[in-house]
C-alpha cells in the first residue's frame, strides 16, 4: 500500500474524541444488555471479579495491540496488515487478521441492526403506556409479536442501518466525530439519570450486594470462560472498530492512558447498567437470571408497574438505542475505510457496505419467523452469522493481532507507539500481549469450537 493512502480518511481532533469514539464503539448492547442477565446467570460479585481481571489481563492489553497497528499505519485493518507484514518480513498469512476482522464486522453489522432495531420498536412501546398494568403474559406477547412480524422487523432494520449509514458517509470529522460529541455525553447523562432513580429504589442495596460481594461458591468453569469471552467482544477486539479508529489517533498522544481510559469507562457503563437493571429486578422480586429476555420480557414489565415507569422507559431504551448506534457504527467503519482506499467515494462505500448488509440482515429477520425452521448445521441463519463472527473469527482475530505484535514488530516500534521510556506498565503489557493474552483469548476459541465439552 503506498503512503499516500496514509492518513486518508482523517485525524481525531484531540485524544478524548478518540476516548469518546472508543468507548462508543465498546459500550453497545453487550454493556446493557448482556451483561447484567450474563451476571444474573453466572452468580454475581464472583463473576463480576473475574470479568473485571480479564479486562485487564486479555481485554486491554489485545486493545493496546489493535490501536497501535491503526495509529502507526493509518491505515484500514485490511490494507494495514499488509502494509505490516511486508515491512516486518512476517508471514502473509497475518494479513488474515484485517480482512477476517472486517468480514466479521460486516457479518454482526448485519445481525446487530436488527436486534438494535428492536429497541426503537420498545421505545414507542413504552412511549404510549403499553406495559402499563400488563402482566406477564402480557409482555412476553408483545416480544413474541415482533418477532413474528417480519416486515416490522425489516422497517426497524432499515431504520436503524440507514442512522448508522448517515453518519458514516458524512466521514471522520463531519460523521463519525460530531455525532459521538452529542452521543457519548448523551449516554453518560441518561446514565446517571437512571442511576440516580435506581438508588431510591428498594432494591438498590440488594443490587449492590448481588454486583460486589463475592461468594465463589457460585463460579462455575463455564462462567470463568463466559467472563474471558464477554471481556474480550464487550472493548469491539478483533473486528477491526478499535484499529481504524486508531488509525485516527493523533500521533502525540498517550496510547497505554488512553487505552486504559477507555477500557475504564467501558466497565464503568457496564457496571452501572448492572446496577440500574438489578435495583429494578430486585425491587420488583424478579428473577436476577432470567436470560436474554431481561431487558425485552422482564424490564418493561417491572417498569409498567412503577409511577412514571413508561417514562423511565423510554429513557433507558433511548439510551440502548444510542449505545447501539455508536457500536454499529464503529462495526461498519473498517469495511468502508477499505473500500475508500480501494477508489470509492465515501458516499459510494458506505451505501454499497452497508446496503450489503442490510440485505443480510433479511436472512436475520427470517429467522425468527418465516425461516425459523431453515437450518445450517443445526442453527438459524442468525445463529450461524453469530456462531461464526462471535466464537471463531472474533477471537482467532484477537491471537494473532497479539501474536504478530507481541513477536513480529520490532520492540523499538512498539515503544515508539506506546510509551519510549519502557515504563513498567509497558513491560507489563509487553509480557501480556506476548503471553498472557494469546492463551486467554486462545481458550475462548478452543471453548466456543466445543473442544472442552
Given at each position: 500500500m503506498n503512503n499516500d493512502k496514509r492518513g486518508m480518511h482523517g485525524i481525531w481532533n484531540n485524544r478524548w474524541t478518540f476516548i469518546l469514539a472508543a468507548t462508543g464503539s465498546a459500550v453497545g448492547l453487550g454493556n446493557i444488555w448482556k451483561f447484567p442477565y450474563i451476571t444474573g446467570e453466572n452468580g454475581g460479585g464472583a463473576f463480576v471479579l473475574v470479568y473485571l481481571l480479564c479486562i485487564l489481563a486479555a481485554g486491554i492489553p489485545v486493545m493496546l495491540a489493535e490501536v497501535l497497528i491503526g495509529r502507526k499505519t493509518r491505515l484500514s485493518p485490511i490494507h494495514a496488515l499488509q502494509s505490516m507484514t511486508d515491512e516486518y518480513e512476517a508471514p502473509k498469512f497475518f494479513r488474515v487478521i484485517g480482512w477476517m476482522g472486517a468480514l466479521a464486522g460486516f457479518f454482526i453489522l448485519s445481525f446487530y441492526s436488527v436486534i438494535a432495531g428492536w429497541t426503537l420498536e420498545y421505545i414507542g412501546e413504552m412511549a404510549v403506556g403499553t406495559f402499563t398494568g400488563a402482566d406477564g403474559d402480557k409482555a412476553g406477547a408483545v416480544f413474541n409479536e415482533l418477532l413474528a412480524n417480519p416486515v416490522m422487523l425489516t422497517v426497524y432494520h432499515t431504520i436503524?442501518?440507514?442512522?448508522?449509514?448517515?453518519?458514516?458517509a458524512r466521514g471522520v470529522n463531519k460523521g463519525l466525530e460530531n455525532t459521538i460529541r452529542i452521543l457519548m455525553p448523551l449516554l453518560f447523562i441518561m446514565l446517571v439519570l437512571l442511576l440516580g432513580y435506581a438508588m431510591t429504589?428498594?432494591?438498590?442495596?440488594?443490587?449492590?450486594?448481588?454486583?460486589?460481594?463475592?461468594?465463589?461458591?457460585k463460579l462455575t468453569g463455564e462462567s470463568i470462560v463466559v467472563a474471558l469471552g464477554h471481556s474480550f467482544f464487550t472493548l469491539s477486539l478483533g473486528m477491526g472498530a478499535i484499529m481504524a479508529y486508531g488509525a485516527y489517533m493523533p500521533e502525540k498522544e498517550s496510547l497505554g492512558k488512553t487505552v486504559m481510559t477507555v477500557g475504564f469507562l467501558?466497565?464503568?457503563?457496564?457496571?452501572?447498567?448492572?446496577?440500574?437493571?438489578?435495583s429494578i429486578v430486585f425491587t420488583n422480586n424478579l428473577e436476577p437470571g432470567a436470560g436474554p429476555g431481561l431487558m425485552f420480557v422482564t424490564f418493561p414489565l417491572a417498569l409498567g408497574g412503577l409511577p412514571g415507569g413508561d417514562i423511565l422507559g423510554v429513557a433507558f431504551f433511548v439510551l440502548v438505542a444510542i449505545a447501539a448506534w455508536s457500536s454499529a457504527i464503529s462495526i461498519a467503519e473498517p469495511a468502508v475505510a477499505w473500500a475508500v482506499e480501494r477508489g470509492l467515494g465515501r458516499v459510494q462505500a458506505t451505501a454499497v457496505i452497508c446496503g450489503l448488509a442490510w440485505l443480510l440482515g433479511i436472512g436475520t429477520v427470517l429467522s425468527f419467523n418465516e425461516w425459523s425452521e431453515v437450518k445450517f448445521f443445526g442453527k438459524t441463519i442468525f445463529d450461524n452469522l453469530d456462531f461464526v463472527s462471535s466464537n471463531i473469527m472474533l477471537p482467532l482475530g484477537g491471537i494473532l493481532i497479539a501474536i504478530f505484535v507481541g513477536w513480529f514488530m520490532k520492540?523499538?516500534?512498539?515503544?515508539?507507539?506506546?510509551?519510549?521510556?519502557?515504563?513498567f506498565i509497558y513491560n507489563v503489557w509487553r509480557v501480556?500481549?506476548?503471553?498472557?493474552?494469546?492463551?486467554?483469548?486462545?481458550?475462548?476459541f478452543l471453548n466456543g469450537l466445543g473442544v472442552f465439552g
Open positions: 436503524f442501518m440507514i442512522l448508522t449509514a448517515y453518519v458514516i429504589t428498594e432494591g438498590f442495596s440488594q443490587a449492590l450486594h448481588f454486583l460486589f460481594d463475592f461468594d465463589f461458591s467501558d466497565t464503568l457503563v457496564a457496571l452501572v447498567a448492572g446496577i440500574i437493571v438489578f520492540e523499538s516500534h512498539t515503544a515508539a507507539q506506546v510509551d519510549k521510556d519502557r515504563s501480556m500481549v506476548r503471553f498472557v493474552s494469546p492463551i486467554a483469548v486462545g481458550y475462548i
